[in-house]
């Protein structure tokens, strides 16, 4: 007979869930205050662009409000909040028709924070003129190499959760994010060893 786990870290408590599924307004607040830092970052990272990051977070916390239901009791909570961030930020792409960012386009007085302890080549870059020059190379990336890089190394996410995140098979992810530090560490070379 096996022991039961423990819920894990960022599992809602029953409770919890009961009060964001009744709609209550202090519940939702609470849900907003822990975790829209993480996905203001996420989509930042993605859009290299502060105000619109601000715009889909919102948008982020309005779905995950119309659609808590879809929340499964005892699941982690930031795997599904950063797939509705996902959706929520290709749905935006897809209505605006944007074209991708280039060089040029990318704003000047972007910075970019790494939280993992895993060495990287977005790790290597720690000046802040050094950290505008690694978020312009992120938006060189294509997207979904660009979300891969982001989920591993500055969210920590594990392969398997990017690859449900992204809808793909855990070795996909892996290739992903590999290839993505490939292309960083090329367009980062003048930038520091990240050897």
């Known amino acids: ?9 960022d599992a809602l408590a ?29 989509l930042y990272r993605l859009e290299g662009n502060s105000e619109d ?3 889909l977070t919102q948008e982020v916390f309005y779905r995950a409000w119309r659609s808590i239901r879809t929340f499964r009791s005892g ?23 944007l074209q991708r960012f280039s060089l040029e386009e990318a704003r000047e007085d972007v910075g970019f924070e790494v939280t993992s302890v895993a060495r990287s080549p977005v ?23 660009r979300e891969a890089v982001v989920l591993r190394f500055v969210e920590d996410l594990p392969y398997e959760e990017i690859a449900q995140i992204q809808g793909v098979a855990v070795g996909t992810a892996k290739s992903r994010v590999f290839r993505a530090k490939e292309q960083l560490a090329e367009l980062l070379a003048d930038v520091a060893d990240v050897n």
């Open 123 to 145: 790790q290597a870059a720690e000046s802040a003129d050094a950290q505008d020059r690694v978020q312009r190379a992120l938006l060189k990336l294509p997207a979904e190499y």
């Open 75 to 97: 699941e982690r909570v930031l795997p599904w909040l950063y797939q509705v961030a996902r959706n929520t930020q290709i749905e935006s792409h897809r209505r605006k028709q």
């Open 14 to 42: 029953p409770e919890r869930l009961e009060r964001l599924l009744a709609g209550e307004e202090s519940a939702w607040y609470d849900f907003v205050q822990e975790y829209e830092g993480r996905m203001y970052g996420y």
């Open 53 to 55: 990051a601000l715009d």
């Open 1 to 9: 007979m096996s022991a039961p786990t423990d819920p894990p870290a």
